[in-house]
Nanobody, 122 residues
């Protein structure tokens, strides 16, 4: 079993920045051999993929965050991060860390974190 725990959410003003962190734990190789990513869900909206990073460190971003968000990973620490710059009110959501069951972000993730709230407001 794999556990994912997010941190780093909070309240920030428009134009500000936050860095989300996610640490994976469990038995065996819990993160380094797998694709990881971040989803978000705003009230009344469907959960959407924000950014993902493969085992090969290939990345993919939602159009709405390209140029503002950066996903990166530290395999030695079993961690994945989401650096969010130039935040907008529409970025307000619960952000979830996710891990796929293979090295690429194909299909749905196999594991989810509990989520961390990000609120962008003046």
């Amino acid at each position: 079993q794999v556990q994912l725990v997010e941190s780093g959410g909070g309240l920030v003003q428009p134009g500000g920045a936050l860095r989300l962190s996610c640490v994976a734990s469990g038995t065996g190789s819990v993160a380094s051999d797998y694709a990881m990513g971040w989803y978000r869900q705003a009230p009344g909206m469907q959960r959407e993929l924000v950014a993902s990073i493969s085992y090969f460190s290939g990345t993919m971003y939602a159009e709405s965050v390209k140029g503002r968000f950066t996903i990166f990973r530290d395999n030695a620490k079993n961690m994945v991060y989401l650096q969010m710059n130039w935040l907008k009110p529409e970025d307000t959501a619960v952000y979830y860390c996710a891990r796929w069951s293979g090295p690429t972000y194909i299909g749905s993730p196999a594991y989810w974190g509990q989520g961390t709230q990000v609120t962008v407001s003046s």
